[in-house]
């Protein structure tokens, strides 16, 4: 069965640094998903992209993020300058129309020291 | 304003009962419902859809009531794999954007 994969696993960041999250979705979904879970609390969208741009993004995907897709394949989720508060499980998750279903990556999990 | 509402539980509950969850969503505009489970740590998975005519996979049922703006999930015979987290899921747009509940804890005892 197909699925989406994630790296890295844990990513271990200083205040102010950035990261390069990647996702690998599964093949033939169009739609691509980005949603953060902080420790204890609910899984908030980021951003959706389609068609090799962002389609919808929330009030917590600021300048100091973004997305792309360079090759076709992976999508990443750039945190230009970290903070405290962006630590938090990053999940990514693809969809095709059709499907019931978003299929989510098992997640990265980024602490910002 | 929460857009999605759940009981955060926990719900424990020995094995072999009967346990209900509800939820209530917000924005009447809402399209398509879920109910998604989470392991500690885990990504969340879809469990099932829940219909307006309301459907049934094995010991799971979900029941949507648009008017009131309410889902409900049934487990019957509980197993002690289904202890997770359960999370409601709206879907809002075209665009499949989810919107999700703070989820329910479950823990089936023994």
């Known amino acids: 069965e197909p699925e989406v994969t994630q790296t890295p696993s844990h990513q271990v960041t200083q205040m102010g640094q950035e990261v390069i999250l990647r996702c690998v979705p599964i093949s033939n979904h169009l739609y691509f998903y980005w949603y953060r879970q902080i420790l204890g609390q609910k899984v908030e969208f980021l951003v959706s992209f389609y068609n090799n741009e962002i389609s919808e993004k929330s009030e917590i995907f600021d300048d100091q993020f973004s997305v792309e897709r360079p090759d076709g394949s992976n999508f990443t989720l750039k945190i230009r300058s970290t903070k405290l508060e962006d630590s938090a499980m990053y999940f990514c998750?693809?969809?095709?129309?059709?499907?019931?279903?978003?299929?989510f990556g098992p997640g990265t999990r980024l602490t910002v020291t | 304003r929460k857009e999605v509402e759940q009981d955060p539980g926990p719900f424990n509950v020995p094995e072999g009962a009967t346990v209900a969850f509800n939820c209530t969503y917000s924005n009447s505009a809402s399209q398509s419902f879920f109910w998604y489970r989470q392991d500690c740590r885990k990504e969340p998975k879809l469990l099932m859809s829940v219909y307006s005519s309301g459907n049934e996979d094995g010991r799971f049922t979900a029941q949507l009531n648009r008017a009131s703006q309410y889902i409900s999930l049934l487990i019957r015979d509980s197993k002690l794999s289904d202890s997770a987290t359960y999370l409601c899921v709206v879907n809002l747009d075209s665009n499949y954007q989810l919107i999700w509940g703070a989820g329910t804890k479950l823990i089936i005892k023994p």
């Open positions: 998750a693809g969809w095709t129309s059709g499907d019931d279903e978003q299929y």
